[in-house]
């Protein structure tokens, strides 16, 4: 904060250190001076709310005219690659993807610089050329390694680009396969041998005299052992007399 001196009629303002130091306005009571910097300060702020409203009211069509001038004044290649950029970018924004693209290839043309090459991969990538921004984000990765920013560019374009190609081109079984009509499989010798050899229907088996008999006396010993019915169920039911 300032504070005026009042025997030698100086301003001084106190640093960072808490030292006063004489300011270069000193004697500024004088009206003569005062009246000069006051001049200063309008014109100071006249030139700044000019330049503001021309910023303000100036259009991209504008500005890339004013950096065309610029470009041709430009001395190195270096200075003119960055301009183009520069153009390129108002050219997207206005919508003129072409002329955007032929100001990202005349900075390279001045200046193929990684910064500059994948930023024109990043302008392929939003205007829906997914494939030539993955060439380009892989030739960023190769010639400029150290640019991480690629490998994002990359990974993003090929996701597209393999969406993009699966949409166009959807999966088709297609069954080509050429079918030999005289080939013969195993089942087709199974059903041949067959055929030609029939096994005959099982006939039925003949019980003989003996076994007969064997069953019989089988069923007759179970019989006698209470196997079967009881034999006082068979006799006859008594009858009873007249007399009582």
């Not at 090459?117 to 010639?143: I, M, P």
Request: include cysteine.
């Amino acid at each position: 904060m300032a504070e005026l001196d009042i025997n030698t009629g100086a301003r001084y303002y106190r640093d960072c250190s808490g030292r006063y130091r004489a300011a270069w306005f000193n004697n500024v009571v004088s009206g003569g001076s005062m009246k000069k910097i006051s001049a200063m300060i309008a014109v100071a702020l006249l030139l700044w709310s000019a330049g503001f409203s021309h910023s303000a009211t100036t259009g991209p069509r504008e500005l890339i005219d004013e950096l065309e001038i610029q470009i041709e004044a430009a001395a190195t290649a270096k200075e003119k690659a960055e301009l183009r950029c520069f153009q390129a970018r108002h050219y997207q924004k206005m919508g003129d993807t072409e002329k955007a693209e032929e100001a990202y290839l005349a900075a390279l043309r001045n200046d193929c610089s990684g910064w500059i090459l994948n930023e024109y991969g990043y302008f392929l990538y939003e205007t829906g050329n997914y494939e030539k921004a993955l060439e380009v984000a892989n030739s960023v990765l190769n010639e400029y390694p150290y640019l991480k920013d690629a490998e994002k560019l990359w990974n993003q374009a090929y996701e597209k680009y393999h969406e993009a190609y699966v949409e166009e081109n959807p999966p088709v079984i297609v069954m080509d396969t050429y079918v030999d009509s005289s080939r013969v499989t195993r089942h087709d010798l199974i059903r041949e041998i067959r055929a030609r050899n029939p096994s005959p229907s099982p006939a039925p088996q003949r019980v003989s005299s003996a076994a007969k008999t064997t069953a019989r006396s089988s069923s007759a010993g179970s019989s006698s052992r209470g196997g079967g019915r009881d034999p006082a169920s068979r006799a006859p039911t008594p009858r009873k007399s007249g007399g009582g």
